[in-house]
């Protein structure tokens, strides 16, 4: 099992970015798949996670992140928008068999490598 995270880069504050995650040896459509983030010298949080069809965002992304699917391509995306400096970090995607609004990086089974976003002011 590989998920491979993609799509991170520099942007200006107020920019957009989508990152992906791709999996191989596993379907995405039979897991809940999150993304989370790490800052330097902080823990790895949240950020959303799509889970049989339903997407949920930590308080920090809602209106300006967006999750999604393509189960032909396997892949999940996540959409962020009006970017901000706070936004910086490490975006980690992961694929967790539990169902809901999984938060806890410890239900997650799969993990990918990690690509940085860097939001400059």
């Known amino acids: 099992v590989q998920l491979q995270a993609s799509g991170g880069g520099l942007v200006q504050a107020g920019g957009s970015l989508r990152v992906s995650c791709a999996a191989s040896?596993?379907?995405?459509?039979?897991?809940?798949v999150g993304w989370f983030r790490q800052a330097p010298g902080k823990e790895r949080e949240f950020v959303a996670v799509i889970n049989r069809g339903a997407a949920y965002y930590a308080d920090s992304g809602k209106g300006r992140f967006t999750i999604s699917r393509d189960n032909a391509k396997n892949t999940v995306y996540l959409q962020m928008n009006s970017l901000e400096p706070e936004d910086t970090a490490v975006y980690y995607c992961?694929?967790?068999?539990?169902?809901?609004?999984?938060?806890?990086?410890?239900?997650?089974?799969?993990w990918g490598q990690g690509t940085l976003v860097t939001v400059s002011s």
């Open positions: 992961a694929a967790t068999t539990r169902w809901g609004m999984v938060r806890s990086r410890l239900e997650y089974n799969y």
């Open positions: 040896g596993l379907t995405f459509s039979n897991y809940g």
